[in-house]
């Protein structure tokens, strides 16, 4: 009896692609990826996952060892995607989970170079994407209490005999293309993010902008709680060390961050700074959003996925308030703008996108 192999179609032969050609795009990020553990803040590869629940939200994270976890540099082929899916629908332009790009256009936007090894770097990237698998109960349907996926569903680049990488291709999942054209679940950052090279830097800012936003009292979070909700391996006594480095430095483009204590508890306040970064665009209709049923889209208006942008961000919910140890809220409450700063030494890092062999120690 002869064998019979199953092909699978791909799913971007169900997919109408979405070709890149906006140009520059204002760099947009997704709010549920930017307070929550989602990637290693690590230079060096990671397998062991990263399992975060505060209330009713779950994050799981898993590697497999041959690619190791998606780093926080690789969210950075994210930020991009999001930027141009948001920047082709103010344009009246349809999208789609399939993009169709060059590596050029890529690697220019997020600020590196276009180099062979920049060029092997990214598809190192998208091989982490593809290879970390995400369950989470956020953004769950009424009928369903979690969503598994990676973050890159397939990909394919396009070569020349020589080996030129001329064109490349990828997949989105579901999840996240529909947490970006939901108006209402994306943030502008500031370009000068891409120039951040920590990796607890990168997460943090991220948190600085999905959470004090332009509050003028800022946002208060105990460091123990910024701990748990970074995913980082490394101890809460080093990652409170490189918390306070972080705030000598001042790096971060439109916050200040300062350090405060109250009894033996320590504690980062962020606080609004000048600000570069527009208000995300006002509400499009979304097009191109005919790839699933509208679950997982709570934030929606009656009229489809036509949402108004909450720039003050204004939100109190507990997981974000959260602090480590016993469940309890935590010192948002607190209007005082009292900012202390700590006085420590800068240590300069340096680090390549989607580099994992530059060294490093977690």
């Not at 997460?203 to 910024?226: N, S």
């Not at 409450?333 to 340096?350: E, L, N, V, Y």
């Amino acid at each position: 009896m002869s064998s019979r192999r199953l092909i699978t179609p791909s799913e971007r032969s169900k997919l109408d692609p979405f070709v890149v050609s906006t140009g520059d795009a204002s760099p947009r990020d997704q709010r549920d990826l930017m307070e929550r553990p989602f990637f290693s803040l690590a230079k060096a590869k990671r397998t062991r996952p990263i399992l975060y629940e505060a209330g009713d939200v779950r994050v799981e994270v898993y590697a497999v060892p041959e690619h190791g976890m998606a780093t926080i540099w690789d969210a950075d082929v994210l930020i991009w995607a999001a930027s141009q899916i948001v920047e082709a629908e103010n344009l009246g332009l349809k999208t789609s989970r399939f993009l169709r790009f060059t590596p050029y256009q890529l690697l220019i936007a997020v600020g590196r170079q276009t180099g062979a090894r920049d060029y092997k770097l990214l598809k190192g990237a998208l091989a982490r994407l593809q290879a970390t698998v995400i369950r989470t109960s956020i953004r769950h349907g009424e009928h369903w209490r979690r969503h598994q996926f990676s973050w890159i569903n397939e990909w394919e680049e396009c070569a020349r005999h020589d080996g030129r990488v001329e064109g490349m291709e990828f997949v989105l999942p579901d999840w996240f293309y529909r947490g970006v054209i939901d108006r209402s679940l994306v943030l502008s950052i500031d370009p000068a993010y891409f120039r951040l090279t920590g990796g607890i830097e990168r997460w943090l800012y991220r948190v600085a902008r999905k959470h004090a936003g332009r509050q003028p009292k800022g946002w208060l979070f105990e460091i123990a709680h910024l701990h748990k909700k970074s995913g980082s391996l490394v101890r809460v006594s080093d990652f409170a060390l490189q918390i306070r480095l972080i705030a000598a430095r001042q790096p971060f483009p439109g916050y200040s961050l300062h350090i405060e204590r109250e009894g033996r508890r320590e504690l980062l306040r962020i606080l609004p700074a000048k600000l570069s970064t527009d208000p995300v665009d006002g509400a499009v209709e979304a097009l191109g959003t005919s790839h699933g049923n509208p679950i997982g889209t709570p934030h929606a208006a009656p009229s489809g996925l036509r949402t108004h942008v909450l720039e003050s961000n204004l939100e109190s919910n507990f997981e974000s308030n959260c602090c480590s140890g016993s469940e309890r809220r935590a010192d948002n409450a607190d209007a005082s703008a009292g900012s202390p700063s700590t006085k420590h030494s800068s240590r300069q890092q340096s680090l390549q996108l989607f580099d994992h062999k530059a060294g490093g120690k977690r």
